[in-house]
């Protein structure tokens, strides 16, 4: 083989390899740009499921606050019955009472949603406990409006519903922080999640 034949069998040889070697390259940053891409689609996505869930858990305690307020503001008219004023002002809130119970249960709906089965259980036992102690309050204004002997019992076990309710909020809130911090169940396989030092509050 002559020299010329030679050199150029190994010029051809040589540049087939540079070209498979460009080849793999490429693939690789291929495969990485990939991965990366494939990465950030993720953490973008929980960052929206948590921003979700954040947004329905916020709802619902706002919800919540409107619902505490208001009995307590049934309840001061309540202690003022007798003229026809305080009659209209009371039913005025309990009427309130009434549709922020309502707006309670569409809140509860939507935070199911978007949120676990064990997270959407902890906001139905809130609403049980909203209800019984409406339930409470109902029958210890009936009890007042009438003079009725049983006013002082059905006083103590509204006392104990309202105990009840702010243990149950504040056991809810500290539930619901726990659940948003570690998004364990939005994060699990994919070696991601909110750092733990993330703020769930409004």
Known sequence: ??????????????TAV???????????QAKAALKAVQVQVRAQR?????????????????????IRTQIGLTLG?????????????LL????????STSDMYHKCTLLSLSVTAAEA?????????????????????AAVASGSPEQA????????????????IDRFVEEGRSYLQTVQDLAAG??????????PSR
């Open 1 to 14: 083989m002559d020299p010329t034949t030679k050199g150029a069998i190994i010029g051809a040889c040589a």
């Open 18 to 28: 540079g070209a498979v070697i460009a080849w793999l390259g490429a693939r690789a």
């Open 46 to 66: 929980l960052d929206g499921l948590w921003q979700m869930r954040r947004a329905a858990y916020a709802d619902f305690l706002d919800t919540i606050e409107v």
């Open 77 to 89: 008219h309540a202690n003022h019955q007798g003229g026809g004023s305080s009659a209209a002002e």
């Open 92 to 99: 005025d809130a309990r009427e309130r009472l009434l549709g």
């Open 121 to 141: 259980a902890s906001a139905r036992r809130f609403t049980n406990t909203v209800d019984g102690v409406i339930r409470d309050v109902d029958a210890w204004i």
């Open 153 to 168: 019992e059905l006083s103590q076990r509204l006392d104990r519903g309202l105990l009840s309710l702010r243990d149950t």
């Open 190 to 199: 994919t070696g991601m999640g909110r750092p733990t030092g993330s703020n």
